[in-house]
């Protein structure tokens, strides 16, 4: 019997590429998500013997507590969660709305928080697990028109950075995956030129083969994550210029 693979997001993108490939493997998917149609179409594509679908608002604390109670007492301990639910809308200075940044904060940090809150006691008390935290390298530092969601990817990997050093000392993995521009809906919001465009099928091979490995970060592609990376370390004197220049601002 493969491993109890919990996906939360798993109804579109990277997480139903995941889920597709999780269950080629053998493993035991519990793809979550809110729309219910969704997961059960997707169940019928990738195989409805191996994948579990479980609706689920990931920003309901108490639903995400309810959800993975019932997941465990139907199919076993969770073995790895990949917390990859997320939105993401563009916040530019010129219609700049708090709500959608509040929408991003809540989906993308409070979901991840809330899934961890059900999540971490079980697998600390049993001494085993695998955590996987979805980012994103514009969490490396702040972009123009990304001002909500650099900050919600920023913090899930600072919580990533923050709770690795104590789950190391339980036996619990977590790792923060960081990709790059994936074709998924969220991105086809974007007005502007994406270096680095990759296929979904592309990203999810590389995040699956990230998780087999002890990286803490799993980010790619490696040439723009390796200029991000620089982006993050150079002066702000040099940072803000450069950026401007590289947006057309």
């Known amino acids: 019997m493969g491993r109890r693979i919990l996906i939360t997001g798993a109804s579109s993108g990277i997480g139903a590429e995941l889920s597709r490939m999780f269950v080629e ?7 979550c998500a809110r729309s219910e149609s969704d997961l059960d179409a997707l169940a019928r594509r990738i195989g409805e013997d191996s994948f579990h679908s479980v609706s689920l608002d990931v920003t309901d604390a108490a639903s995400a507590e309810v959800a993975v109670g019932m997941v465990e007492d139907k199919h076993g301990p969770i073995d790895m969660a990949v917390l990859n639910a997320g939105t993401y809308k563009p916040t530019p200075v010129n219609g700049f709305d ?10 993308n940090v409070l979901g991840v ?5 059900a999540l971490m006691p079980r697998m600390i008390e049993r001494r085993t697990g695998h955590l996987a935290l979805m980012s994103s390298v514009a969490g490396f530092r702040g972009l123009p028109m990304a001002a909500g969601y650099s900050a919600s990817k920023a913090a899930v990997i600072a919580m990533g950075e923050s709770l690795k050093a104590e789950l190391d000392g339980f036996g619990v993995k977590l790792q923060v995956i960081c990709p790059g521009f994936v074709k998924t809906p969220l991105t086809e919001q974007n007005t502007f030129p994406m270096p ?8 999810a091979d590389r995040i699956m083969r990230g998780l087999e490995t002890e990286r803490f970060e799993i980010s790619f592609p490696r040439r723009f994550a390796m200029q991000l990376h620089l982006l993050r370390m150079m002066p702000d004197s040099l940072y803000f210029p450069l950026i401007k220049k590289a947006v057309g601002l």
Do not use: H, P, T
């Open 98 to 107: 708090a709500e959608d940044v509040q929408a991003m904060i809540n989906v």
């Open 25 to 31: 493997r053998g493993d035991i998917v519990i793809g």
């Open 196 to 203: 680095y465009l990759m296929d979904v099928e592309d990203a």
């Open 113 to 117: 928080s809330n899934m961890l809150a």
